[in-house]
Every structure is written in C-alpha cells, then in structure tokens.
C-alpha cells in the first residue's frame, strides 16, 4: 500500500501535493498531475452512481417497520404527505449536493464542504462522530436486519435465536468489508445487482397493491385525515423517520473523485434517483393501506411480511430474502462510501495517516475500510444501537444543514468559482432552514436523547484541539497516530 498526503483534487481525478494543514486547496489549479502516483481509479459510471444512491436509500426501513411517519403523524393521510414532503425535501437537499459535487471535485461528502465552508474544526467534529459512533452503530442495525432476514425462512415456525442472528450479522459485515478491500468494480458490479433487487421487491409490494385499488379497496382511504391529533412536537420525530428512510442521497458525493464526468453524472444520477425512490417508496405505502389498516400497521413488526401472508400465500417466503438483500445492498453501499470520507480526512492530516493508504494492486483505500470493521463489532456485540441512533440522528441532521449552508455562504465567499450544476437559492435556503428548525424542535421535544448526542458531538472539540491543534506530542503519542 502507499500513502497519498494531504493533497487536493483537481477535475481530472489526480492528485497534486499539498500540505496536511487542514484546510482545501484551490480547486481550480491548472499544475499538472505527478506522474506514478497511486490513486483511486474513476470507475464510477452513471449507471453504478445510480445504483450507489439507489442501493444505500433502500434499506430494512420500508420493508420492516414504515410506522414511525404513522405514529407522529396521526392518520394515513397525514403519513402519506409526510413521506412525499420528505421525498421532495430529500430532493433539493440532492440537489444542493449536486452543485456542491460539482463545483468542489473532492471525495469526502460532508466533511469536506464543511471543511471547505467553515474551517477544520466543525469538519474535524463531523468526521469524529461519524467514525466513532454513527457509521458503526448504523452498519450494525441494518446489518442486525440482514442477518435476521436471512434467517427468517429457517425459523419460520419458532424465535430465531440472538446469538445465532449476531454471528450471521457478523458474518456479512466481514463480507461487506473483504469485498470492499477487494474490489471497486466489484463492490459496484454487485451494488447493481442488489438495486435490481430492491426495485424488485417493491415491485412485488406495489403491482398487487394496484390490483387491490383497482378492485375498491379504498376502504382505508375514507377519512385519511382523521384519526389521532398529532403534537407539533412529534413532527421533528416525524421528520426523522422520513428522512431516516431516504438518507443516502448523499453517498455518491463521497466518492466524487471516482465518478466518470462527475460535472454531468452526479447531478443525473441524483435526479434520477430521488425520482425514483420517491415514487416507490409512496406507492408502497399506498400498497399497505390497501390491505392494512392503520391499527394494523402500528401492530406489525414486519409490514411487508404481513402483507406479503394476505396477499401472496407461499410466494411470501421470498419477502425476508429481498429484505435480507436489501438490508446487504446499504451495508456494501454505505461502506463503499464512507470508508471515502475516512480516506479524505486523513489525506488531510485530521484521522492517522494510515487510513490515507491505497492498495497498489487493487487500488482501495483498504485501511479506510477496515478500520470500521472492530467498531461494528463492539457496537453489534455491546452497544444499545438504536438508542445510539436516536441520541445521533439530530448530528447527522445538524450537519448536513449545515454543509447547505455552506453552499450559501460559498456563494458569497467565492463568487467565481466554476458552477457546472447550479441550483435557484430558495432550494438551499429552504432545505437549512427545514433542517435546522427540526434540530432545534427536538432539543425541546425529546431533550434527554438529543442532550446526550449533543454532548457526544461537543467530545469532538477537546479532541480535535488534542489529536491536531496540539503540536508538542509526546513521541510515543505521535507514533499512536501514525505521525
């Protein structure tokens, strides 16, 4: 393997040497690429960019348990707007990270248009979380999802045992992660496959749910809008579920220096995505309510499987195969990705330098992925993950508004900037404000969850003045870090 330090990107997808100082060079440097360095190959098409976006969206969540819209809205009709408002708002936010990608042709996503817009010390936080807490303990509960799904035909008649879910569990996370050591055409060779999987299964929930609208079963339609009274306080929980089941949008933007012509295929691919995500993911829910009401949906652990039973008969053993499939497309897609922003981080001089290595064969950043690999395993084996994933939704919320802020503020900042893709200003504006009034709502509607990841984000101030601020590190400390 061999190091890349600290250097920028510019639109070819070479790399120029830089200096490890925390903040991006100019983007639009004209100095030539030097010669026999090892880099990330471009070899991400449009096609793979959509299956990217595609495969990491559709998880376990719409499969499994969509009633978290239903149950801090009140009423179908309600839930039904709440996951198109999350659709479209899910959208502009593609969108913002469509001009950003763009304009600013550098792996990392959020990191590095935070880093780009505000400086290295909220990127150093942002990257700090995601690494500690949030990507382990996310890889961890969609991979509890496969692992139960993928044993759901064995059990049928009986519980499936813990442990026996945790070891399958652990199982296809070290599989996600030899694969993504491995290969990138690979890894995105397969991501395809499984995104033809997931349309595949939402096709299986959405074809029979037309049939039964065409047949009259509307009967869960009538009064759509009434039911229980929702509080202004359920909506940022509302909010969450929502856009909790359309996160991924952002993924392609982690691995921009790997996308062919990213000037054209990332705002294409994200567009095309979001499309149809959106649609899908509303004409299932509309699929439910034809066959279940809404009391039943609160009731079920496993809504497509229960719609599955009424509608399919034996064909329903396949339903926990395309969820288990599903659940194993965001594990692959989610680490292609992030395992970039690792990569970018310390090529910036903000995480060990050994996670800015690529293999020289098969050209991965093999260090960036493996490093999540004892994390997940900590978090699958001992943590609370879904209390994790509460106390840290409102950070990863917090951020991204804050990134389409940047945008704004980049707008202003540097003018002249080359814009390939660029979206009206009410879009940005609208998708911050949205963002950070719901943050803001759920520090006063669940204070305790929000409190404590407040308190784990703020961890990373102290850190970052520790590990990169403080230059007279003892020499042991500096071999810790790899420096």
Known sequence: MTRKPAVPTVSNGSYLQGQANGRLSSMDSGQPALEGKVVLKKKVTLLRGISIIIGTIIGAGIFISPKGILKNTGSVGMSLTVWTACGILSLFGALCYAELGTCIKKSGGHYTYILEAFGPLPAFVRVWVELLIIRPAATAVISLAFGRYILEPFFMQCEIPELAIKLITAVGITLVMVLNSTSVSWSARIQMFLTFCKLVAILIIIVPGVIQLIKGETQHFKNAFAGNDASVLGLPLAFYSGMYAYSGW?????????????????????????????????????AYFTTISAGELLLSKAVAVT???????????????????????????????????????????????????????????????????????????????????????????????????????????????????????????????????????SLYSDPVNTGIGFAITLTGIPAYYLFIVWDKKPKWFRKLLGK
């Open 250 to 286: 952002f993924y392609l933007n982690f691995v921009t220096e790997e996308v062919e012509n990213p000037e054209k295929n990332i705002p294409l691919a994200i567009c095309i995505s979001m499309i149809i995500v959106t649609v899908g993911y509303v004409l299932t829910n509309v």
């Open 307 to 441: 719609f599955a039973e009424r509608l399919m008969g034996n064909f329903s053993l396949a339903v926990p195969v395309f969820v288990a499939l599903s659940c194993f497309g965001s594990m692959n897609g989610g680490i292609f990705a992030v395992s970039r922003m690792f990569f970018v981080a310390s090529r910036e001089g903000h995480l060990p330098e050994i996670l800015s290595m690529i293999h020289v064969r098969k050209h991965t950043p093999l260090p960036a992925v493996i490093v999540l690999h004892p994390l997940t395993m900590i978090m699958l084996f001992n943590g609370d993950l879904y209390s994790l994933l509460n106390f840290l939704s409102f950070a990863r919320w917090l951020f991204i508004g804050l990134v389409v802020a940047g945008l704004i503020y980049l707008r202003y900042k540097r003018p002249d900037m080359p814009r390939p893709f660029k979206v009206p200003l009410f879009i940005p504006a609208l998708f911050s404000f949205t963002c950070l009034f719901m943050v803001a709502l």
